[in-house]
């Protein structure tokens, strides 16, 4: 029967005799736990932050532009030909069953005046239906309505980089501001977003009527023209569907032809946005594949060590078996001595992987999530490495002759 308290022992004690030459054999394991963890915890915080990013833009959004003209054989690209109106989008909301709710946008810049403070933001005229497309609840006021659209009432909405940079601490709903020389009455204030998947601070935006955009702030060179139109479907199995439903409908409403091109563009936003999260998370694995090459390195150190601890260990090989061990002790105390070197190479390697992930944290600003999964990932297969590369120079040494053993030098 083996005994493995004893040969653990044996093992250890070995190790011990030549400790600077373990620590460095060691530390390829050390580095590459480390680089497994550390690449992981950067690709999951990539991922999370993306995730964050596409629920800031709203859930199961689409996308509406306008077509593209034609000057000269030359085509501008989407946006640059006015084909969308107010009335395309009430006739989405009413007509597309797919669709849950509707938002046109017609934006511009703009300097904002309150007092003796200033900033320059983007204004978007849109509908009531926009703060359920974007998913964005207010923090306080209310928004509004459909009779302030019908009416092109001068109110207003404010995201909250434009709140914090015009009126600091103070209450702002019902206070009255100016847009482009207009006063217009703050009726109530957005929640935080963030930065958009873009990079864009999503708080620095007012939003009014999209009548008033109309007639008193940006005008429009065609009546009811506006930008985009916003849709969110009614689920995220109903955006395909949505899709087909809104084309149809803009082909009709627009008079186009079965051979005809479409002079809009129609755009699924939670696809394209999940993509780019379906691509980090690709990353992330690619990255924690890469680091992981530097544990097989670490590995192929360990084998190269005990087959130098075998030749140097011969003349004790022989005389354990001269006084009975069998090939299997031999085999075990080598085993052990590499499984040892490997997952104490594991158990730092942990401690540093944790250490470089706050540390890429803190210093470069990544985002950062180090999960439990990747450390008994990193560190099973610290251990699977052990085993793995000790395993030859453990059946090397059980397969000695003990004669011969007894008589190297």
Not at 10 to 32: D, E, P, Y
Not at 47 to 55: F, G, T
Not at 377 to 392: D, M, P, Q, R, T
Request: proline content about 4%; overall charge positive.
């Amino acid at each position: 029967m083996i005994n493995i308290p004893s040969t653990l022992k044996i093992a250890l004690r070995a190790l011990k005799v030549n400790k600077m030459r373990s620590a460095l054999t060691m530390l390829g394991i050390i580095i590459g736990v480390g680089a497994v963890i550390t690449m992981l915890a950067v690709g999951r915080g990539a991922s999370q932050k993306i995730s964050e990013q596409i629920a800031s833009i709203g859930s199961n959004l689409i996308m509406i532009l306008p077509g593209a003209t034609t000057a000269g054989g030359l085509r501008m690209g989407a946006g640059t030909q006015p084909t969308l109106s107010v009335a395309d989008a009430e006739a989405i909301k009413k007509e597309c069953p797919a669709v849950s709710d509707v938002a046109p946008d017609l934006s511009g810049g703009a300097q904002i005046v309150y007092g003796n403070q200033n900033w320059s933001t983007v204004v978007r005229g849109t509908t009531p239906g926009i703060l359920t497309v974007r998913d964005w609840p207010l923090a306080l006021g209310r928004s509004f309505t459909e009779q302030d659209v019908k009416g092109a009432s001068k109110v207003c909405l404010l995201g909250q980089t434009v709140v914090e940079n015009l009126f600091r601490d103070m209450d702002p709903v019902g206070r009255i501001l100016r847009i482009k020389k207009l006063p217009f009455t703050v009726i109530g204030v957005l929640t935080k977003k963030g930065q958009s998947p873009q990079g864009q601070d999503q708080d620095d935006i007012i939003y009014v009527p999209v009548t008033t955009a109309q007639k008193k702030l940006f005008g429009t060179a065609f009546p009811g023209m506006v930008r985009i139109i916003m849709v969110k479907a009614m689920s995220p199995e109903a955006l395909d569907p949505a899709e087909k439903q809104i084309t149809a409908l803009l082909r009709q409403r627009h008079r186009i032809g079965p051979k005809q091109e479409d002079d809009f563009t129609v755009r699924n936003l939670t696809q394209m946005m999940q993509t780019q999260e379906q691509a980090a998370k690709v990353m992330s694995l690619l990255l924690g594949a890469i680091a992981s090459v530097s544990l097989l390195v670490g590995g192929i150190g360990i084998m190269n060590i005990m087959l130098v601890s075998v030749t140097e260990r011969t003349r004790e090989i022989g005389i354990r078996m001269a006084i009975g061990a069998k090939t299997w002790d031999i085999r075990l105390q080598f085993m052990i001595e590499a499984l040892t070197l490997s997952l104490t190479g594991g158990v730092a390697g942990i401690i540093l992987g944790l250490g470089g992930s706050k540390i890429l944290s803190v210093l470069a600003g990544w985002s950062t999530i180090v999960s439990p999964l990747s450390i008994l990932l990193a560190f099973g297969f610290s251990g699977l490495v052990g085993i793995f590369f000790g395993f030859y120079p453990a059946y090397k040494a059980s397969l000695l002759n003990p004669i011969e053993a007894l008589r190297y030098e």
